[in-house]
């Protein structure tokens, strides 16, 4: 990452509004560099999963870092995780005890259907869909503890980088702020509620239809980025190629995609399609795409995570 970009995160996370505790919420599960890595945090950390369950579960499961500017920690998680979409960052007045307690509570959720999972929300796309779930709903001001915690978010576009605040604005609001890291960043305080004592919760978290739904949208879409990686690389292939039309076709796929929400089986009909436009690197990279899903996959079931159904049935799919 380039230093420019790191200055920018670091503006947006740590100069401003002072009196402010700075977390991350990641999990280990996702890459094997992150549990390597969060060996520098040491007693910075938390697991959010209660101790009910297996510490295996619980290493690989959600996990609560305190940031300080400038420690090892910070650095790492604005160099290497940052543009990978593997954390999301949160800006508090509660102790880390209580806002550990506080996001517990969300580890464990009740189905619309009444089945009990647990739930993670570090990604920072799961967490922004889920998020939006939660407005529709008018519970927004649960998570956001009332207004005493503010989440900053990695865009699928890694350029924008966005705070979520929750507003009283007719009873429920989120207040979505992109700052764009390629502009001049213009920064306002935050201005959140004082901290407050937080009473732990063992009771799962009934989700509502429209946040369940939500997640299944960002299933969907999160699928849709990583195929629109993989056309970009098809496109720079193209365009070593000097292949004009290859390169015309890859570039419109990727606009539709970005431009349009897939249903599965669109999303096969894209794979099919990379077949059939590019039967080279479809040959030399069928591993790769499929290793992708596969990992997907693999992390979401090793959180036991709630979109699990969507990517086997487009792992079945894809045979």
Not at 105 to 134: A, E, M, R, V
Request: one cysteine or more.
């Amino acid at each position: 990452m380039n230093k420019k970009r790191i200055t920018q995160l670091e503006a947006i996370l740590f100069t401003q509004d002072s009196e402010y505790k700075r977390y991350a919420l990641i999990e280990p599960a996702r890459d094997p560099s992150i549990k390597k890595a969060l060996m520098m945090a040491d007693n910075q950390m938390t697991a959010l999963l209660s101790t009910a369950y297996t510490d295996d579960l619980r290493e690989i499961g959600p996990q609560l870092i305190a940031l300080e500017k400038g420690s090892d920690i910070s650095t790492w998680f604005l160099e290497h995780a940052y543009g990978k979409r593997w954390c999301s960052f949160i800006k508090t007045s509660l102790s880390q005890e209580n806002l550990s307690f506080h996001l517990s509570h969300f580890t464990q959720i009740t189905n619309p259907d009444g089945k009990s999972n647990l739930f993670s929300f570090c990604h920072p796309l799961f967490l922004y869909f889920w998020i939006q779930g939660l407005a529709k709903a008018g519970r927004s001001n649960q998570l956001f503890a009332n207004n005493t915690v503010a989440f900053f978010i990695e865009d699928e576009n890694p350029d924008i980088f966005r705070q979520l605040k929750w507003v009283d604005k007719q009873g429920e609001g989120v207040l979505n702020i992109p700052f764009h890291l390629k502009d001049e960043i213009k920064y306002q305080a935050l201005n959140l509620h004082s901290a407050q004592d937080i009473i732990k919760n063992n009771t799962p978290w009934e989700m509502s239809l429209a946040e369940y739904n939500s997640l299944h949208d960002a299933v969907e879409r999160l699928l849709i980025i990583r195929i629109c990686e993989h056309l970009r690389t098809y496109f720079e292939v193209a365009k070593q190629e000097n292949n004009d039309d290859l390169m015309k076709k890859t570039d419109d796929k990727i606009k539709q995609l970005r431009e349009h929400s897939l249903t599965d089986e669109a999303l096969i009909q894209v794979f099919c399609e990379l077949e059939y436009l590019y039967p080279e690197a479809w040959k030399n990279n069928k591993k790769t795409v499929n290793n992708t899903i596969n990992r997907e996959s693999h992390c979401i079931e090793d959180n036991v995570t709630l979109c699990i159904d969507s990517l086997e049935n487009i792992e079945k799919k894809l045979g």
